[in-house]
Structures are given as C-alpha cells and as structure tokens.
C-alpha cells in the first residue's frame, strides 16, 4: 500500500472530487486495488489522530487552570473549553489556512459583496453620522 502523502498527490492527478466517485472507480476495478486502499477514510485513520492530540491537551490544561474534569454538559466548562482550543497553535494554524483558502476562492463573491454593502443607503447613513461624532470629538478635544 501508498503512503497517505502519495495517497493525496494519486487522488489530486486522478482528478476525484468526492468519495462516491473513489468507490465507483474502486468497484470497476479502475483504481489499482492491490496499491490504493479500498477505503482510505479507515486505512488512514492514524492519519487523523493528529487532530485529537489538541483535545488531549487542552483536556489537560483545563483541570490544571480550574481544578476540575471537564464535562462537556457543563456550559460554563464548554465555554472556557472552547476558549482554551482556539488558542492551540494547530488549530489556529487549521483555522487561518482554511480562512485564507475560503477567501482565495470567493474573492470575487466577497469583494462584490463588500461593494454592495459599502454602495446601500444603510451603510452610507451609518457611515455619515459615525463621521459627524468622530469630528464633534475631535473638535472638543483641541
């Protein structure tokens, strides 16, 4: 069997989308079956474990900073819990990667959007009156 890294560069020059479209090439027999695994999602599964190490360890930072398990019924420990795994360096690095590739591919969406709402009368009252107390303040403050 292929690595996972070789796995993913055979699936990007094979051109597969989605996972129905890998099966359906696996059942034809169109994938070489003796070197790609039938299903990746459970050979690759180490792969993954990666992910849950983050888990772990904000588990372990949480009962050192309160002094209690978590318990995810909790609200008040779901909250700080949440707070602690948003600032691990994965998955704030996960988080970025995938913010700059939603943005690279909707640029255009986004910035038409944007332009939308910057051209609508809503934003343009907004805008002036912010800009009316912005210089009322500066004035008071010479």
């Known amino acids: 069997m292929i690595t996972f890294d070789e796995f993913v560069v055979f699936i990007k020059k094979t051109g597969v989308k989605h996972e129905k479209e890998f099966y359906e090439l696996c059942k034809r027999k169109i994938v070489p079956i003796n070197l790609v695994p039938e299903s990746p999602a459970t ?28 318990n995810w019924k909790t ?10 795994y948003r600032l691990q360096p994965e998955v ?7 913010k700059k590739r939603y943005r690279e591919s909707h640029r255009q969406e986004i910035s038409l959007i944007n332009k939308k709402y910057r ?4 934003y343009k009252a ?10 009322a303040k500066r004035k008071a403050n010479r």
């Open 92 to 98: 704030n690095a996960k988080h970025k990667a995938t």
């Open 119 to 122: 051209e609508g009368q809503k």
């Open 126 to 135: 907004g805008h002036k009156k912010y800009m009316r107390e912005w210089h």
């Open 43 to 70: 050979y690759y599964l180490n792969i993954g474990a990666r992910s849950f190490a983050a888990r772990d360890r904000v588990k372990k930072i949480f009962k050192e900073e309160h002094g209690v398990e978590y």
């Open 75 to 84: 609200k008040g420990h779901k909250q700080k819990y949440d707070k602690i």
